[in-house]
C-alpha cells in the first residue's frame, strides 16, 4: 500500500505563494508520474500540474507561468510551488502518483490539503 502524506496548504492573500508537498511512504520503481489535482466547490476535480518519471511536466492552462510542479527522488516527495496565487486558486489539492503494475495504472491519493486565497 502506498501512503502519501500532504503538507503546505493554508490561507494566503491574493499575489501570495505556498508551497505543497506531498511525501510518499516509500520508495517504489514503479511510479510513472506523480501529480497535483484540486477540487473546488461546485466544480469537477481538474489536473493542475504532473511531473513523469522522467522529468517532463505539464500544467493546465490556469496556472501555467505561476506555478511549478518538481520532485526530490532521494526523499520520494513532489512539490507544487504556487505564486501569483488568485481566488480562483481556492480549492483542496490532492496529490496523486500514478504507478505501472503489471500492465495496469494504478492511482494512489492523498488526504487532501486546503487552500484558500483571499481577494
Known amino acids: 500500500q502506498v501512503q502519501l502524506v500532504e503538507s503546505g496548504g493554508g490561507l494566503v492573500q491574493a499575489g501570495g505563494s505556498l508551497r505543497l508537498s506531498c511525501a510518499v511512504s516509500?520508495?517504489?520503481?514503479?511510479?510513472?508520474?506523480m501529480g497535483w489535482y484540486r477540487k473546488a466547490p461546485g466544480k469537477q476535480r481538474e489536473l493542475v500540474a504532473a511531473i513523469t518519471s522522467g522529468g517532463s511536466t505539464n500544467y493546465a492552462d490556469s496556472v501555467k507561468g505561476r506555478f511549478t510542479i518538481s520532485k526530490d527522488n532521494a526523499e520520494n516527495t513532489v512539490y507544487l510551488q504556487m505564486n501569483s496565487l488568485k481566488p480562483e486558486d481556492t480549492a483542496v489539492y490532492y496529490c496523486?502518483?500514478?504507478?505501472?503494475?503489471?500492465?495496469?495504472?494504478?492511482?494512489?491519493w492523498g488526504q487532501g490539503t486546503q487552500v484558500t486565497v483571499s481577494s
Open positions: 496523486n502518483v500514478r504507478r505501472y503494475l503489471t500492465s495496469i495504472y494504478v492511482d494512489s
Open positions: 516509500r520508495t517504489i520503481f514503479s511510479i510513472v508520474a
